[in-house]
């Protein structure tokens, strides 16, 4: 009888992050779309019916919790670049901390979720709303190094979408076809960013 009634307060009081925690474990194991609620239902020890009822649907799960690893790693990157000694100190902390260069969790679901957001709608709405977030923050430490005379920088949007996509790109080569190792990553990387903002690569690396 007690542990009957233990379960029911476990069913009642799961919160949202536990079943988020517990769907990024299962994504990491049997990938995005391979993720059935039913997987993440059995980790927690409820019915896929409670996980149903906090999120409605397996794409608004998978959604909010490829969310929840992203915006995890940028609450990170924010409170390092807090803790930084400037503008330089800052984009070499967004060079060297976030994505494949770096040690965010949440990347490792980003080349998964570029295939599943082509079909699916919620998804792909996350993986826009995350990205836009990530080019704001590099855009926000270049516009400084540049408003305190470090950086020269003509065009800043411009170069952000440049860095951008190759970290993507690069990211791929790395992670799925391992032909770039992640040093030459973190390297060229650096080199790219160090040329758009006009320093030198030393002062990223």
């Known amino acids: 009888m007690s542990g009957t009634g233990t379960g029911r307060r476990r069913s009642v009081d799961l919160r949202r992050e536990e079943i988020l925690t517990a769907t990024l474990d299962q994504v990491d194991r049997l990938g995005l779309a391979s993720t059935r609620v039913s997987d993440v239902a059995q980790a927690l020890g409820v019915s896929p019916g409670l996980v149903f009822y906090h999120f409605g649907t397996k794409d608004q799960l998978l959604a909010e919790a490829f969310a929840h690893a992203v915006e995890r790693d940028l609450h990170r990157l924010q409170a390092r670049a807090r803790r930084s000694n400037g503008p330089v100190d800052r984009l ?15 990347w490792r679901l980003w080349i998964d979720a570029w295939a599943v957001a082509q079909r699916e709608p919620a998804i792909r709405a996350v993986l826009k709303d995350m990205d836009r977030r990530w080019c704001a923050a590099l855009r926000e430490v270049i516009d400084e190094g540049v408003a305190a005379g470090l950086f020269t920088c003509p065009d800043p949007p411009a170069s952000v979408v440049r860095v951008s996509a190759l970290l993507d790109g690069l990211s791929v080569a790395t992670l799925v076809y391992r032909t770039v190792s992640r040093p030459q990553l973190r390297h060229w990387v650096a080199e790219a960013v160090a040329h758009e903002v006009g320093i030198e690569v030393e002062q990223l690396l």
């Open 92 to 106: 070499r902390q967004a060079v060297r901390r976030y994505g494949p260069t770096g040690s965010a969790e949440g």
